[in-house]
Structures are given as C-alpha cells and as structure tokens.
C-alpha cells in the first residue's frame, strides 16, 4: 500500500482554491529503483503573506512512480533518521534552522500524528487520514502494482491529482516534504506537450512595444532549433501554462537549423509576451493541417495563405484554394526572413474561382510581400488579378514600370494608386483593403492613397498570380507572401501584421523578438563519445566568434568555477548546440577557482554557440588531449609506445626531470642525429601550430634538434646549440637560452607558398624564417634528437600540434541556467513544494 500524505501543525483560513499534486517531472542523478532520498524542508513559513521564497519545487518530467509523499505544516527534528517497518512514521518537532533529514518512507499501517492527509494510491486516491481530503486522478496516469510497498500512481509527465481545498490543508508554517519516488532510468527527460514528449525548448519573447492587442493573430517566427526533424515535424508550441498552439512550419532550413513558423497568439499593447516552442523527438510526425493544433488552425478566418514556398503555391488555410502553374514555374530562394518566389516575366499561377475569393461589394485586405525588379518586367506587370475573359481583367494589382507604382485597377481603368514608386528593387509589405466602400493602398505600414467607389469585385473566372492575362502583364521580381481575408480588419492589427512581418527575429533594426532563450529540461542528459549519458543540473552557453568557418578547430577557454561544479572540474561536458559531444582537454587548473580548457568543435562564419554542462557528482574526468589535437603527448601514462626509435636511440618516460606532473620524455643515443618520431594519426596540411617544453643539459658543442616533418627531408627545424647557446630556426640564429632549464616552445607554420615558420620562445617571439614551401604535402610527424654529444639526455613534455589561425576565435560565456521545474504540490500563488531541491 502506498501513501501520500499531508501533516500540518495549525489551520488558518485561505482563498477557496484547488490543491494541485503535479508529478510531472526529471530527476537529477541515474536512479535504479526505489529511493528515499527526496525529503527538503523549507527555512521559513510558507503563507501567502510571507516575504521571499514560498517553497521548493521539483519537477520529473520523464515516467516516474510516486508513492508514499508527505507534507508537513512544521519542521522536522534535525538528523532524525527512520526505517521501514510496521510503525514508520517521523517524531514531529517544531526546530529553528534547516533540518538534515534522513526518510525511509510511511509503511503500510504506519502512523503519523497529525496528518493533513493520506493517500494510499492502492486504486483510489482516498484520503485514509479522518480529514476526507479525497483526491482526484487527472490525465492519463495509472495505478499499478510495483509500488515500494504494494501500489503506486505511475505518471507520464502530463498528469496530476487534484484536491478540493479544505482548511486542513491551509499552510501557517514551515512544512516538509518526503516521498518515496522510483524513475524509468531509461527514459530520457522529457517535456510533455498534449501527450506528446519532447527534449527541447526555447522561450520566446515578443517585444510588447512592436504590438496591439489583439486575439489570436498570425504571428511569424524564424529561429535556429538545432537537431529538429526534417520539416520541422516534431516542432509544438504551447502557451506558459502548457496548452498547446497550433503552429504551421513553413520551412526548414537544414544546413543551418533555422525553422520560419507561423503560429495564432494574442497579444497585448505594450506587454511583453512569451511562449515556448518545443522539439526533440523524432517519432513525432506532422500533425494534420485539419487537427485542433494543426496548420489550418493557424489561418482561421482567412480566405487564402500563400507563403509562395513551394510550386504550385499551396494555401494554408483550410478553404483549399491551391493554385495551379499556367506559366513557367518561378525559381525558389531564402527572402529575407522566410522563402521567396522569383518570377522572371513568364511565371505565373491561376487559382480557381471560390466563393471565398469573390468579394463582391464586402470588405476585404490583401497583404503581399514583394520586391519588383528594375531590370525587366511588362509595362502593367500584375501580382493579382481576377480574369474576365483570357485577354482581359474584372480588377487587378499591377505596377506600371514608366513610374514603379503600384495601382488597382477595375477592368483597364485605374481606380487608385499607390503613389509611391516601389519598382526597386527592395522588399515592400503592401496592404491593399476596402472598409465600408472605401480603398486604402498601406505600404510599408504607412498609408499612400484611399478613393471611396462602388465596385463589385465578383465573378467566376480565375484568380491570377503574376500575370494580368494570358498575353501580358508578366510580372518580373518576387513574392515571398500572399494572404487575403474577406473581412474588416482594424488598423492595429495591420499594423502589428506588419511590424511582426518586417522583422520576425531577434536581430536587427525593428526586432519583433526580444529574445530566443534555449531551455534544458529538469537535470539534462547528453552523451559522451562512448554513448554513456549522463545528467546534470546546470550548464552555460558559450558563443564562440569567428570571420570564417573553421573545422574541427582547437579553441582554449577559461572556464571559471562555479559552486554546482565537482571542485576538480570533473563533472563539466561540452555539447554543441544539437547535442553532439565535444572533446575537451585541461590543461591546466586550480581547484575551486578556475579551469584552462581546450576544445575541438566546428565554427561558422560569425557566432557559434556551444553549452558546457555540469553538475553531477558521480563522474570522472572526461579530460582527453589526444581526442582534441592532431598530436598530443604528455606522457603522463608513463606509455611511449607509440614514438618509433631509430638504432642507437632510447627514449623513456622519465621522472628525473618534468615540467609538471609525474613524467616527461627522456632521449638519449649512442649517435648523433639519432631520432625518437612520432607520427600524426594523418597527414596534416594547412596552418600550424605545435608546441612543447624541453630541458637539455650540455657540454661543449652538444646541439638538440627539434624536426616538423613531411618526408624526412622536407621540414623545419628548431635547434639549439650549446657552443654559444644560439637557437637556430632552419639553421638561421634567432636567439638564445640559458643550459639546464625548462622552455616553452612554440612553433607556428603558415601553409602558404613559403612554408613561414615564427619561433617563440617562453612566449616571446625570436623570429620567422621562410621554407620555400618545402612541405607540400604536409606535415606527418615530429622528432627529437641530439648532435655531437651522445650518451647525454634530452627531456621533452607536453606536446601539442593543433590547426592555427593567425586571427584565434573570441568567446563569450553566458549566465548558468538551472532545470525548469514545474511543482510537486502546488497551492495556488501561496506554495509550491517539491523535492530534491535546497530551498
């Protein structure tokens, strides 16, 4: 029998509200069966009057069993500890402070004095405390049998018990919480949108200055969600407090993730307003158009949507007024924020007759998106027109090409114009209505021309796209949008239409968008490169900057402590933005204080952003130099297998002399010019940068010689010498150095005609020689070795070959993120309680 129940100290009257158990909801750490572990106090009382903080939440959002739940209206003793048995059950005690608690859970026939209620989930949720605080099971969760001591509710992150309020469960104090709770460890954590899981959100923000307020108005949105599914299927949208949106995607934009989607929203003057777009799961499909949350349900009230993203244009509304090609089929190409259409001057598409597209003597607005060509066009180009007879137009919307305006014209007669000469070149939004008998030409929000004039505009001939008939009025240029609705529509909702159409982004002048922020569901899992998953309770974003894309290239970060960190750095990853693992190397740190850190990841032209997980204690270092350079060594396995020996050579892993750590290369010959080489994974050819620390001792004329090599014979050369203690670079001078002393050295080499290489020494450069571009095919491994002194040792360390840019990336690291947690128990703005969480 499994329990939940609620134990309160005093009674005081509240607002007649609903109590709200919401086990919806991830756990932070893998979870293999039942645990006891999700027992939090809160550090003052809760009331609907009290200042700061009224609660804890928690939230799991992936399967998950609840049984045995209890909530307190008092503080437990501090370090009381419990076990299962026949009395199972805490020693109440109001206590100051925050309480360190340890909870096995309510046995069956266990008792606990004072309770607000207590629910058994053994197919009911009957309250089996004497307060009758029955519950109700909402959603679609389940009683099954493999609860920790005989049934639990098994929810799938949608579902909830509702209780009616009753004083019994007003809270005046300080209260607990503890639950027995069992996870499916097998199902990654989701959010739940009508039914459906997702792993992925973003939140949306509109800019309430750009807006009117207005109900359900189609808005458009063009943002990047990496990882979506082909066509943006398994994309969902959904309010702030969860009810779904319908959504229509226009276009997906694999090569770069971008998704330009249309969705209905209302909206309020001068108030930000926010919502969430969903994805992440590719056993999602399309939903269909005609469906609540379907495409169709974006456009309601509408005559005709053409978003001119595909040939013939297709409407989006439910009235099915799809076109059909006439004349050559227009060319495809990404618009400015969305898809557009080019016509060429013998494009064209005709739309059958409907009684939707027949205006009659009614209202009506025709919104277009368009730019009109200054190359090319007919001398009356039409973008609309409604066919009398094959030669001739009922009404049309045309530009003449003598002076770019664009006018409306009844039969051949021009009615009005637009006043305003829009033939270049440049994206216009036109808005052409009628409202009580008079025409109204609005481009660019701003209104040109208006006629009062009684004609009809019905009849059963064909719509026309980009022709005015079949023997001219082609028209040259291009169409992203196309939207009629046979209705009066005010003046701000044009306008909001129009703002929301000029600028659907984050970016830019007019930005409709204040701000696309990525959310991660409650603790995230990713995977490493074995495919092992993980989960963690907090990450960051870091936006790497670059004027070109790189690929696969090393980046170094300065990653700064942060107190949900493993104090050693252990526990952070690195992701890009679909999730993919990014190997990463430590290069050096102080525990607790910050961390150098080197990753290998692709890089576009412009912003790339990457996240850095971390947040579980129970992993190891994931740190690994040689998954992130093209050649790495820091002999710290104490393994030099890999170097290949020519005779006379040995070459060890060393303690006698490091620079850090425990070991270093050790070389030593019985000849001169006898080399250790260790050969890159591949061929490498491009830009170069290599660096290591060396430690020589010499007598009279030793020399050590450093080689970057192609073939042998074709290479660069570092040398030092110990008859003046020059350094030699191709064997040109460039400096010197002291004997018996660890250096850091770092060799550069640009891959152009000249092979140039630059030397620095200890991070000071000593000089650039030319190669005449002896490496032609690229560099295939280094070596060490030692001239006119054998017998003697040659030490050498922390060696990396990583791609080089002269211009390195710049980062950014954005603010830590925590889970989004919905609550446990949740009593309507006075509390909102949950587990495994510190208040």
Known sequence: MNIIYFMKKAVSPLISVMLVLVFTVSISTAILGWVTDYTKTTTQAVTETANGPKGITYCANSNVEISNVALRNQQIAANTSVSSGTVNYFDVASVSGTPTITFTGVSSGGSADGLAGWWHFDNDALDSSTNNNAGTLNGDATYNSSGKFSQAVQFDGDDNVTIADDSTLDITDTLTLSAWVNVDNDTDSTYTINGEQLTRRKLITINGSMVTTETNIPLMLRTKLPGVKAGGSDVRLSKLDGTPLPR?????????????????????????????????????????????????????????????????????????????????????????????MVFDGNDYFDIPDADTLDFSTSDFDILMIVKSSVSGGDAHSALLAKLNTEIATQWSIQYLITTGFFNFRENAIARITGNVNMHDNTKHIIQFHRESGTFYWDVDNINKNSATMSISMTNTAVLSVGRRSSVYGEFTGDISEIRIIKSTISSNYRTTTHRNLNNPTTNGPDAFYLDVADDFVGYSAISDSLGNVSKFSRRKSITLNHSGALTDYQTKLNITYESEMLSNFDDIRFVTDSDAHIPYWIENK??????????????????????????????????????????????????????????????????????????????????????????????????????????????????????????????????????????????????????????????????????????????????????????????????????????????????????????????????????????????????????????
């Open 248 to 340: 229509e995607i226009e276009w997906h934009y694999m090569a770069t993730d971008d998704v330009v989607l249309h969705y209905p929203f209302n909206t309020t003057a001068s108030t930000d307003s926010q919502f969430y777009v969903y994805w992440g799961n590719n056993a999602l499909n399309e939903p269909a158009a005609s469906s609540t949350y379907g495409s169709e349900a974006v456009w309601d009230g509408y005559s005709a949507v053409y978003h001119m993203s595909e040939s013939p244009i297709l409407d989006s509304t439910l009235n099915g007024n799809d076109a059909t090609v006439v004349g050559g089929n227009p060319t495809l190409s990404d618009g400015d924020y969305g898809i557009k």
């Open 590 to 839: 102080t525990d607790g204080v910050t961390a150098d850190v080197w990753i290998k990841s692709n890089l576009t032209d412009g912003n790339t952003t990457i996240w850095m997980y971390y947040g579980n204690d129970g992993l190891s270092a994931g740190s690994d130099g040689g998954d992130v350079f093209l050649l790495f060594d820091d002999f710290e396995d104490g393994d030099v297998s890999d170097w290949t020996l020519e005779t006379g050579v040995t070459f060890d892993a060393s303690t006698a002399q490091v620079k850090e750590g425990t070991y270093s290369g050790r070389h030593t010959s019985s000849g001169d010019n006898q080399f250790a080489w260790k050969n890159l994974s591949t061929q490498y050819k491009g830009n170069l940068s290599i660096t290591t620390d060396w430690y020589a001792t010499y007598t009279t004329d030793r020399q050590n010689r450093f080689f970057v090599d192609e073939d042998s014979t074709n290479l660069v050369s570092v040398i030092p010498k110990a008859t003046n203690t020059d350094i030699l670079l191709n064997l040109v001078d460039v400096g010197e150095f002291s004997n018996s002393a660890w250096y850091s050295m770092q060799l550069t080499i640009i891959d152009d005609t000249t092979d140039t290489a630059t030397l620095f020494w200890d991070d000071v450069e000593l000089g650039t020689q030319n190669n005449n571009n002896n490496m032609i095919g690229g560099v295939t491994k280094i070596g060490i070795a030692q001239y006119f002194e054998a017998g003697t040792y040659h030490y050498i360390d922390n060696i990396q070959i990583r791609k080089y840019t002269s211009t390195e990336p710049t980062y950014t690291v954005g603010a830590e993120q925590s889970p989004t947690y919905t609550s446990i128990i949740s009593k309507s703005g006075a509390y909102s309680l949950g587990a495994n969480t510190t208040h």
